[in-house]
């Protein structure tokens, strides 16, 4: 089996994955926010690359949210934005959700292939990803969505705590340079505090989504994208 890497949800879109268990992650905040939002009762998502697709597909359910960013901020005319603590309310319960962010939901719309299984991942649900594909007898390929098709280390530095611990893998040259950033980083938020997109999110007042993103294990869950259906669920393993 092998462990690779996509850095940016652009790069994906230039690739064809097959039979592979796809990791998605976008950990500011797009990821963080989808295992946040099932944990607290939301029973699908339906994650869309722009607001028109989101405003249209919402149409056919009787019980939906809109929700998403543009620029980390929320949409104008949408119920929710992109924050986790946003989604830790009774009011989301049994509810569906159509979302749309600058890089999450764009790097599920970018994977292109056959026979996959796409999983979502972020800080909060690390531990049970990572006991899932322990199992695993497939090549694993992880999706990091960066920021605006560029590189971003909060992304990075989950994908190189997964693969740290999945010593049953051979691991691309890429693959092995996360994994390094990984055993380096004692501390997620110390880590990141520095870097671009950390430092933007602060900027706009959302210092408490960014310390609640960076906590480890918070919800165990796994979480799948089926694309026939469009839509992210739980699942249990």
């Known amino acids: 089996m092998k462990i690779d890497v ?4 652009e790069e994906v879109k230039q690739k ?5 268990n796809v990791i998605v992650i976008d950990v500011l905040r797009a990821t963080s ?6 944990a607290h009762g939301v029973s699908k998502i339906y994650p869309y690359e722009s607001i028109e697709e989101v405003r249209e597909a919402s149409l056919t359910s009787s019980c939906c949210i809109l929700c998403g960013e543009r620029k980390g901020l929320k949409i104008e005319g949408f119920d929710y934005g992109n924050s ?11 509810r569906e959700m159509f979302m749309t962010t600058t890089n999450g939901t764009r790097a599920l719309s970018n994977i292109k292939g056959k026979n996959n299984k796409i999983w979502i991942a972020s800080f909060l649900n690390i531990s049970t990803v990572l006991s899932f594909l322990e199992k ?3 090549d694993c390929i992880i999706v990091c969505a960066g920021t605006e098709n560029h590189f971003s280390l909060d992304d990075a530095l989950c994908a190189g705590m997964i693969i740290e611990k999945l010593s049953n893998y051979e691991k691309t040259d890429i693959a092995l340079a996360l994994e390094q950033i990984a ?3 004692i501390n ?10 950390y430092r933007y ?5 959302l210092e408490k989504d960014l310390e609640f993103c960076c906590h480890l294990n918070t919800y165990p869950l796994l979480l799948e994208y089926k694309r026939e259906t469009n839509s992210i669920f739980a699942v249990t393993k």
């Open 183 to 185: 055993k380096t980083s």
């Open 136 to 138: 695993e007898e497939k």
């Open 16 to 20: 064809e994955i097959s039979n592979s």
């Open 6 to 9: 996509f850095l940016t949800a």
């Open 201 to 205: 999110l602060k900027s706009i007042g």
């Open 33 to 38: 926010v989808m295992v946040t939002a099932i």
């Open 188 to 197: 997620v938020k110390e880590s990141l505090k520095n870097t671009k997109h």
């Open 84 to 94: 986790p603590l946003e989604y830790q309310t009774e009011k989301i319960k049994n």
